[in-house]
């Protein structure tokens, strides 16, 4: 059997590469479009109103003012 570089072990007549740590894994992209799609949804269900500034409203009168005769 042949010495087994560093970074992989021997397994059922294969060498393999050791395992990496799980704690750095990063965010797939399925994770980030269901991120996404989340907030979207979000948006649509209770709005992003205090988000961005409305304009001030000016009053309208619902009825016309009659003109004076």
Known sequence: MAKVPDGFHYV???IRRNPKSRGAKRMSGWMIAGLLAGAWLWG???G???ATPSAPSE???A???PADR
């Open 12 to 14: 059922r007549g294969h």
């Open 44 to 46: 649509q269900v209770f």
């Open 48 to 50: 992003f109103d205090a």
């Open 59 to 61: 009053p309208n009168p």
């Open 63 to 65: 009825v016309s003012t």
